[in-house]
């Protein structure tokens, strides 16, 4: 049965203390091969301010990282965050945020947005509200990527809902640039656009 609601953060920090690696991020031959296709289709070889919105133990953080002048990493789950920054404590223009999207945001404008495997574990309100706070904590020009598992869950919603979903909330601030669809996952890439607020 699906859920009704956003997933709230004790659920994620449970699961990172009963399993310090619960998706094989580090060990995944998928999980590698999608983050080589979400790194390809990137626009552009270097990118100034970045935001990556669950950021988890930090194996996409480490490898996006080389791309970003800054790179703000938040996660809901405190363990995933501490593993996440010894991974990455080599790398200084990385920080890291405890942060339950869109409850809590940071501040700034950002070039580049990374979505990968979170939309979907909110429920239709809560991306009304993603989206009215990247259409703020994005100039025309940034890139908003998502990425999502296209499989069987009970989140709260499907990865084909909630990507049609917050490109609604979004409406004419951001057009499609790219998309590809895999057997198990869909990434999306749009670009945002100079429009009137």
């Known amino acids: 049965m699906r859920r009704e609601t956003t997933i709230d953060a004790d659920y994620f920090e449970k699961m990172y203390r009963d399993d310090p690696d619960p998706w094989k991020f580090e060990t995944s031959e998928y999980e590698a091969a999608k983050y080589d296709r979400t790194l390809a289709a990137l626009p552009a070889e270097q990118f100034g301010r970045v935001l990556e919105v669950g950021c988890s133990i930090g194996v996409l953080t480490e490898r996006l990282a080389a791309r970003c002048d800054a790179l703000v990493a938040v996660d809901v789950s405190e363990t995933a965050l501490a593993r996440a920054a010894e991974r990455c404590a080599d790398l200084p223009q990385v920080t890291f945020a405890k942060m339950a999207m869109p409850d809590d945001v940071p501040e700034g404008s950002f070039d580049l947005v990374m979505l990968s495997e979170v939309v979907y574990y909110l429920d239709s309100p809560d991306i009304v509200r993603l989206g009215a706070y990247l259409r703020g904590a994005t100039a025309a020009g940034a890139y908003l990527m998502l990425v999502h598992w296209t499989g069987t869950t009970d989140y709260p919603k499907p990865a084909d809902t909630a990507t049609a979903e917050l490109r609604a909330a979004l409406?004419?601030?951001?057009?499609?640039?790219?998309?590809?669809?895999?057997?198990?996952?869909r990434l999306d890439l749009w670009r945002r656009e100079d429009v009137a607020d």
Not at 171 to 185: I, P, T
Request: aromatic share 6%; charged share 25%; proline share 0%.
């Open 171 to 185: 409406g004419d601030a951001v057009s499609a640039v790219h998309a590809e669809r895999h057997d198990a996952y």
